[in-house]
Nanobody, 121 residues
Framework: QVQLVESGGGLVQAGGSLRLSCAASGRIISSYAMGWFRQAPGKEREFVVASSRYGGITYYADSVKGRFTISRDNAKNMVYLQMHSLKPEDTAVYYC??????????????WGQGTQVTVSS
């Protein structure tokens, strides 16, 4: 199973940018669909974006489309989430996850510990 560690979260003002990183170990990520999910206080975890195996296809939640970009460096076993035009409603703990199919959220079985993103108004 792949192990995932997120970093890069923090406090940012509305309209600002952050880049989250996800370092994978144990398995090469090129054989996995990779995704980012988030969970705000008092809410269920929600899908943000996913990338197919090898990164050829990406799928974004409508709430982040045009503002967030997922990228992956399979050679370095890294996944990134570039976030622009951040809004207070983006405040959440962000989780990196690995799965077998980018459109099947139930297939994401490996998770990181999460990194907090707080957007102030």
């Amino acid at each position: 199973q792949v192990q995932l560690v997120e970093s890069g979260g923090g406090l940012v003002q509305a309209g600002g940018s952050l880049r989250l990183s996800c370092a994978a170990s144990g398995r090469i990520i090129s054989s996995y669909a990779m995704g980012w999910f988030r969970q705000a206080p008092g809410k269920e975890r929600e899908f943000v974006v996913a990338s197919s195996r090898y990164g050829g296809i990406t799928y974004y939640a409508d709430s982040v489309k045009g503002r967030f970009t997922i990228s992956r460096d399979n050679a370095k076993n890294m996944v990134y989430l570039q976030m622009h035009s951040l809004k207070p409603e983006d405040t959440a703990v962000y989780y990196c996850a690995a799965g077998t199919y980018y459109r099947d959220y139930e297939s994401f079985g490996s998770w990181g510990q999460g990194t907090q993103v707080t957007v102030s108004s």
